[in-house]
């Protein structure tokens, strides 16, 4: 099934962003590798491409997990969280309906 992980910035987040990317990256690429990422990407805090100072206001990620307990387990051990770059993460059941 499909779960949403919707991390949730800490404030001034950008360094400790910047220092955890990598291992944070290498975790989606498995996902994606393994066929079982849907989308991720980050949420700018203003309407632009590159936020610049501004950041981030966290972060989403669709992906297959076995079940929501093996999603949240997996929310739970983000580089993100552990640097303090998110202060946590919703996770929830979805649906894809389109396309």
Known sequence: ML????????????PSRA???????ARLE????????????????????DPGPAGFTGS????EFESLEAAR???????YIESGAWTGA?????KAVLP
């Not at 498995?30 to 491409?49: F, K, N, Q, S």
């Open 60 to 63: 989403l990620v669709v992906a």
């Open 90 to 94: 919703d996770v929830r059941p979805f």
């Open 19 to 25: 220092a955890s990317r990598g291992e944070h990256l």
């Open 73 to 79: 387990t997996w929310a739970e051990a983000d580089p």
């Open 30 to 49: 498995a996902l994606r590798d393994d066929g079982r990422l849907v989308l991720a990407g980050p949420l700018p805090a203003i309407d632009a491409e």
């Open 3 to 14: 779960y949403m992980i919707l991390g949730h910035e800490a404030d001034d987040s950008l």
